[in-house]
C-alpha cells in the first residue's frame, strides 16, 4: 500500500462505485511518465546551500507500467515503484561548486520485470486495491486466482522472469547498514544503489541478493511454511539515530497477525553505540486479534507502538460478504506498547476507532513523583475515517454503520498527540492520559529532522491544503497539496497540558490557515508555507544546516509543479516539467534554490535524503538488476507454448 493527504466524498446517495472517465489518480500530474533518464544536469535559479553537496535526494511512488486502460480498477497505491532523485554534484575547483543532476529509475522488481514488453497481460498482475475495497466476491476470488496462475505460470519456460516475491516496492525509502531500501509492505526491502538508482536485488534483513556476502542463513520470512508472508515488511521501517538498528513489523493473514524484527547494522552507528542485542526476526506480538492493514508503527529509543485499528485487511471477509479492505467504526482503535526487546510484554491502550497511516514521532520520558512511571508519547497524523482508501481509488465510501453520538467527529485529518503511560507491573488496565489534536490545520506526510527521531523532537514538518471543500470533494476528484506546515509539537503539547482540551475530539490550537497565515507573531507555533496560485506541491524531507544553531536550521527539499503546463482536458503536455524547492525551513518563507527538472514528477509518495557520508558508505555489490529492450524468450518447448496460450487467455 501506499497512502495520502485526501478527501472525503460529498454524496454517499445513489453514487457509482467507479468514476467513468479519466481516473482522477491516473490523468494530470498523477499520470504515470513512460520515460527514465540517467544523471542529467539541470538548471537552477537562487543559490543551493553547499551543505547539500554531494548528497542525494530521492522519492518513491507508483508509477504504472502501462496507462492505456483507463477504465480498470486503480488507485494511487498501486503501481510500480519508481525512484525519482536529485544529486548535488560537487563541480568547479575543490568542489566549489553544486551541479544538481536529476534521475528517475523503474525498481525492477519481479512484477515488473515479468511485466516489461509482455503483450499477454493487458492489466497490471497484481489486483488494484481498488478492486480488493470495492468489488464483489466472485470479483475478487475471480482477480486472486488470476494473480495466483499469473505467477506460477512465469516459472515455466519462456517467462520474462519468474515472480518470487509480489512487492511492487513503491512506498518509502530508507538507509540502514549501508543500503538504500525501497520498501512497501507485500515484500522485502529492495536494495538500490546511489545515486544512479540502479536496483541491486531483495533485501532480507541479513544480506541482498548481488552482495558477495556468502551469509545463506534466513532473515525476514525464517524456513517456516508460511516464510513467503512473514517477509512482508511495513513500508515504513524504523532506524535509530543512535544505535543504527532497523525496526520493523510485518503484518500477515494468521495468527498471530503481526511479528517484529530487529536488525542491528554490522558496524558501529558513530563514534560510541550502545551496545544491541544482535539480531532478531519474525517475534509475534500478541494480542491482535484479525489481520489488519497496519501500515506505520511508532518506535522510540526503548518502546515501539503498533496500531490495531478497525481497518481490516483481510481475505476472509468475502466469505461473510464484507470487503477485502474494511473500516468498522463501531470497534475500538488500540496502541500496543512495548520494550523494544520485549514484546511478549505489551500493554493495549483502547480509544475510540479511528485510521493513523503515518506517525511523525515517538520518544518516552519517566518521572519520579508521585510513583516511578514511564509514559510513552506519541505524535500522528489521525484521520476519522477510512475515507482515504476510496477516493484514491475514485471510489465512492459505503454508507457508514451508525455509531454512538459520543464517538461521532467531523471529517479530519489532524496531528494528534497520545500520552501512554505505562502500568508499573501490567496487572492494572492501561489507559490513555492525553489524546487531543496539536492543531485544527489539516496535516499528513509528517517528517522531521532524521537527528531527532525516537527524542522530544521540536518541529514537526507536513502537507496540508486550504482548499474549503477539502473533507468534501466530488467524486472524481484527486487531492493535491497547496500548503507546507511547521508546528512546533512541543509548545502545544505544553500548552495543551496547562489548558487541557477535550479528550479525543479537542484541538489546542483552533485557528484555521487563513487565521495563522495573518499572524504576525514570530515566535506562532505554527507556520505556513503556501505555493503560489495552480502550483502544488509533495512531501517535503528536512535537511539540517551542517552547524545547526537550532533544530529548525536546515531546509525542506518538495518537488513541485505548475499545472497551468496541463492542457484543456486536465491532462499534461509532453513538455511539462517539475522542479525540486529548497525551501528555509526556519522562516517557512523563502525559497533559496528552485530547479528545474528535465521531465515531470508525478504527485507521489514518500522520500529522503541521503547524504554524502552515506553515499559513500554503501556496502559492495557484484551486479545490478537489467531491464533488457530484447528479451529472448523460449517459445519452442511444449511447456513454453502452453504457458504463452494461458497467460494471452487470463491476462
Same mark, same amino acid.
Given at each position: 500500500?501506499?497512502?495520502?493527504?485526501?478527501?472525503?466524498?460529498?454524496?454517499?446517495?445513489?453514487?457509482?462505485?467507479?468514476?467513468?472517465?479519466?481516473?482522477?489518480?491516473?490523468?494530470?500530474?498523477?499520470?504515470?511518465?513512460?520515460?527514465?533518464?540517467?544523471?542529467?544536469?539541470?538548471?537552477?535559479?537562487?543559490?543551493?546551500?553547499?551543505?547539500?553537496?554531494?548528497?542525494?535526494?530521492?522519492?518513491?511512488?507508483?508509477?504504472?507500467?502501462?496507462?492505456?486502460?483507463?477504465?480498470?480498477?486503480?488507485?494511487?497505491?498501486?503501481?510500480?515503484?519508481?525512484?525519482?532523485?536529485?544529486?548535488?554534484?560537487?563541480?568547479?575547483?575543490?568542489?566549489?561548486?553544486?551541479?544538481?543532476?536529476?534521475?528517475?529509475?523503474?525498481?525492477?522488481?519481479?512484477?515488473?520485470?515479468?511485466?516489461?514488453?509482455?503483450?499477454?497481460?493487458?492489466?497490471?498482475?497484481?489486483?488494484?486495491?481498488?478492486?480488493?475495497?470495492?468489488?464483489?466476491?466472485?470479483?475478487?476470488?475471480?482477480?486472486?486466482?488470476?494473480?495466483?496462475?499469473?505467477?506460477?505460470?512465469?516459472?515455466?519456460?519462456?517467462?520474462?522472469?519468474?515472480?518470487?516475491?509480489?512487492?511492487?516496492?513503491?512506498?518509502?525509502?530508507?538507509?540502514?547498514?549501508?543500503?538504500?531500501?525501497?520498501?512497501?509492505?507485500?515484500?522485502?526491502?529492495?536494495?538500490?544503489?546511489?545515486?544512479?538508482?540502479?536496483?541491486?536485488?531483495?533485501?532480507?534483513?541479513?544480506?541482498?541478493?548481488?552482495?558477495?556476502?556468502?551469509?545463506?542463513?534466513?532473515?525476514?520470512?525464517?524456513?517456516?511454511?508460511?516464510?513467503?508472508?512473514?517477509?512482508?515488511?511495513?513500508?515504513?521501517?524504523?532506524?535509530?539515530?543512535?544505535?543504527?538498528?532497523?525496526?520493523?513489523?510485518?503484518?500477515?493473514?494468521?495468527?498471530?497477525?503481526?511479528?517484529?524484527?530487529?536488525?542491528?547494522?554490522?558496524?558501529?552507528?558513530?563514534?560510541?553505540?550502545?551496545?544491541?542485542?544482535?539480531?532478531?526476526?519474525?517475534?509475534?506480538?500478541?494480542?491482535?486479534?484479525?489481520?489488519?492493514?497496519?501500515?506505520?508503527?511508532?518506535?522510540?529509543?526503548?518502546?515501539?507502538?503498533?496500531?490495531?485499528?478497525?481497518?481490516?485487511?483481510?481475505?476472509?471477509?468475502?466469505?461473510?460478504?464484507?470487503?477485502?479492505?474494511?473500516?468498522?467504526?463501531?470497534?475500538?482503535?488500540?496502541?500496543?506498547?512495548?520494550?523494544?526487546?520485549?514484546?511478549?510484554?505489551?500493554?493495549?491502550?483502547?480509544?475510540?476507532?479511528?485510521?493513523?497511516?503515518?506517525?511523525?514521532?515517538?520518544?518516552?520520558?519517566?518521572?519520579?513523583?508521585?510513583?516511578?512511571?514511564?509514559?510513552?508519547?506519541?505524535?500522528?497524523?489521525?484521520?476519522?475515517?477510512?475515507?482515504?482508501?476510496?477516493?484514491?481509488?475514485?471510489?465512492?465510501?459505503?454508507?457508514?454503520?451508525?455509531?454512538?453520538?459520543?464517538?461521532?467527529?467531523?471529517?479530519?485529518?489532524?496531528?494528534?498527540?497520545?500520552?501512554?503511560?505505562?502500568?508499573?507491573?501490567?496487572?492494572?488496565?492501561?489507559?490513555?492520559?492525553?489524546?487531543?489534536?496539536?492543531?485544527?490545520?489539516?496535516?499528513?506526510?509528517? #517528517? *522531521?529532522? &532524521?537527528?531527532? $527521531?525516537?527524542? %522530544?523532537?521540536?518541529? !514537526?514538518? =507536513? @502537507?496540508?491544503?486550504?482548499?474549503?471543500?477539502?473533507?468534501?470533494?466530488?467524486?472524481?476528484?484527486?487531492?493535491?497539496?497547496?500548503?507546507?506546515?511547521?508546528?512546533?509539537?512541543? #509548545? *502545544?503539547? &505544553?500548552?495543551? $497540558?496547562?489548558? %487541557?482540551?477535550?479528550? !479525543?475530539? =479537542? @484541538?489546542?490550537?483552533?485557528?484555521?490557515?487563513?487565521?495563522?497565515?495573518?499572524?504576525?507573531?514570530?515566535?506562532?507555533?505554527?507556520?505556513?508555507?503556501?505555493?503560489?496560485?495552480?502550483?502544488?506541491?509533495?512531501?517535503?524531507?528536512?535537511? %539540517?544546516?551542517?552547524?545547526?544553531?537550532?533544530?529548525?536550521?536546515?531546509?525542506?527539499?518538495?518537488?513541485?509543479?505548475?499545472?497551468?503546463?496541463?492542457?484543456?482536458?486536465?491532462?499534461?503536455?509532453?513538455?511539462?516539467?517539475?522542479?525540486?524547492?529548497?525551501?528555509?525551513?526556519?522562516?517557512?518563507?523563502?525559497?533559496?534554490?528552485?530547479?528545474?527538472?528535465?521531465?515531470?514528477?508525478?504527485?507521489?509518495?514518500?522520500?529522503?535524503?541521503?547524504?554524502?557520508?552515506?553515499?559513500?558508505?554503501?556496502?559492495?555489490?557484484?551486479?545490478?538488476?537489467?531491464?533488457?529492450?530484447?528479451?529472448?524468450?523460449?517459445?519452442?518447448?511444449?511447456?513454453?507454448?502452453?504457458?504463452?496460450?494461458?497467460?494471452?487467455?487470463?491476462?
Amino acid at each position: 500500500m501506499s497512502e495520502s493527504l485526501l478527501r472525503t466524498v460529498a454524496s454517499r446517495n445513489d453514487e457509482p462505485s467507479q468514476v467513468r472517465g479519466s481516473h482522477p489518480y491516473l490523468s494530470g500530474n498523477f499520470a504515470p511518465i513512460q520515460r527514465t533518464r540517467p544523471l542529467t544536469p539541470c538548471a537552477f535559479t537562487g543559490v543551493i546551500p553547499m551543505e547539500l553537496a554531494g548528497g542525494q535526494y530521492v522519492r518513491n511512488g507508483g508509477n504504472p507500467t502501462t496507462n492505456e486502460d483507463l477504465g480498470r480498477d486503480a488507485h494511487w497505491f498501486d503501481g510500480d515503484g519508481m525512484l525519482s532523485g536529485v544529486l548535488f554534484s560537487r563541480g568547479g575547483e575543490k568542489g566549489s561548486d553544486v551541479i544538481p543532476r536529476f534521475v528517475n529509475q523503474y525498481i525492477l522488481t519481479d512484477v515488473h520485470l515479468n511485466a516489461q514488453g509482455n503483450e499477454n497481460l493487458k492489466r497490471p498482475l497484481l489486483p488494484s486495491i481498488a478492486t480488493l475495497v470495492s468489488g464483489s466476491l466472485v470479483t475478487i476470488i475471480m482477480t486472486v486466482i488470476r494473480t495466483i496462475l499469473l505467477v506460477l505460470l512465469s516459472s515455466l519456460p519462456g517467462s520474462r522472469r519468474r515472480v518470487k516475491k509480489i512487492s511492487v516496492a513503491n512506498t518509502s525509502v530508507v538507509y540502514h547498514d549501508g543500503r538504500a531500501l525501497a520498501t512497501c509492505e507485500s515484500g522485502p526491502p529492495m536494495r538500490f544503489q546511489l545515486p544512479s538508482l540502479e536496483t541491486v536485488g531483495w533485501y532480507n534483513g541479513r544480506k541482498a541478493e548481488n552482495e558477495p556476502s556468502r551469509d545463506q542463513r534466513a532473515g525476514f520470512g525464517g524456513d517456516s511454511p508460511i516464510a513467503f508472508m512473514k517477509e512482508w515488511t511495513t513500508g515504513h521501517p524504523k532506524v535509530d539515530p543512535v544505535t543504527g538498528e532497523m525496526i520493523a513489523f510485518h503484518g500477515v493473514f494468521i495468527k498471530p497477525y503481526v511479528f517484529y524484527s530487529i536488525i542491528p547494522p554490522s558496524k558501529p552507528a558513530g563514534k560510541w553505540t550502545p551496545p544491541t542485542l544482535g539480531p532478531r526476526f519474525n517475534v509475534p506480538i500478541p494480542g491482535v486479534a484479525s489481520p489488519k492493514m497496519m501500515h506505520d508503527f511508532g518506535v522510540s529509543a526503548r518502546h515501539t507502538v503498533i496500531m490495531d485499528l478497525p481497518l481490516s485487511l483481510n481475505p476472509m471477509n468475502s466469505l461473510s460478504g464484507k470487503p477485502v479492505v474494511s473500516y468498522d467504526p463501531t470497534e475500538r482503535s488500540r496502541f500496543g506498547v512495548f520494550p523494544r526487546y520485549e514484546p511478549y510484554e505489551v500493554q493495549w491502550f483502547e480509544t475510540n476507532a479511528c485510521v493513523i497511516f503515518h506517525t511523525a514521532n515517538c520518544w518516552e520520558t519517566t518521572s519520579t513523583k508521585p510513583l516511578p512511571e514511564t509514559s510513552v508519547h506519541l505524535l500522528a497524523c489521525r484521520l476519522t475515517s477510512a475515507s482515504v482508501v476510496y477516493s484514491a481509488g475514485a471510489l465512492a465510501p459505503p454508507v457508514p454503520k451508525p455509531v454512538p453520538p459520543e464517538y461521532v467527529e467531523e471529517e479530519q485529518c489532524r496531528l494528534y498527540y497520545f500520552n501512554l503511560p505505562l502500568t508499573r507491573d501490567g496487572t492494572e488496565r492501561p489507559t490513555i492520559r492525553n489524546q487531543w489534536a496539536l492543531s485544527a490545520i489539516p496535516f499528513e506526510f509528517p #517528517t *522531521l529532522s &532524521a537527528a531527532h $527521531e525516537m527524542g %522530544p523532537a521540536r518541529y !514537526i514538518y =507536513g @502537507c496540508s491544503t486550504g482548499s474549503s471543500s477539502y473533507y468534501s470533494a466530488a467524486l472524481g476528484k484527486a487531492a493535491k497539496i497547496d500548503y507546507l506546515a511547521k508546528i512546533d509539537a512541543q #509548545t *502545544l503539547i &505544553a500548552r495543551g $497540558e496547562e489548558h %487541557p482540551p477535550q479528550q !479525543i475530539k =479537542g @484541538c489546542v490550537d483552533t485557528r484555521g490557515i487563513d487565521e495563522i497565515m495573518h499572524s504576525s507573531d514570530p515566535d506562532d507555533p505554527i507556520k505556513m508555507f503556501k505555493m503560489p496560485e495552480g502550483w502544488f506541491t509533495q512531501e517535503p524531507r528536512f535537511v %539540517p544546516r551542517r552547524n545547526a544553531v537550532s533544530e529548525d536550521d536546515g531546509w525542506l527539499l518538495t518537488y513541485v509543479f505548475d499545472e497551468s503546463q496541463l492542457n484543456d482536458q486536465g491532462e499534461c503536455l509532453e513538455d511539462a516539467i517539475s522542479e525540486l524547492w529548497i525551501i528555509d525551513a526556519r522562516n517557512m518563507r523563502d525559497v533559496v534554490a528552485r530547479v528545474k527538472l528535465p521531465q515531470r514528477v508525478p504527485y507521489g509518495l514518500h522520500g529522503a535524503w541521503f547524504s554524502e557520508d552515506k553515499i559513500r558508505g554503501q556496502q559492495e555489490f557484484s551486479s545490478v538488476r537489467r531491464a533488457s529492450d530484447k528479451v529472448e524468450i523460449d517459445t519452442t518447448s511444449l511447456a513454453a507454448l502452453v504457458r504463452d496460450i494461458l497467460e494471452r487467455w487470463i491476462g
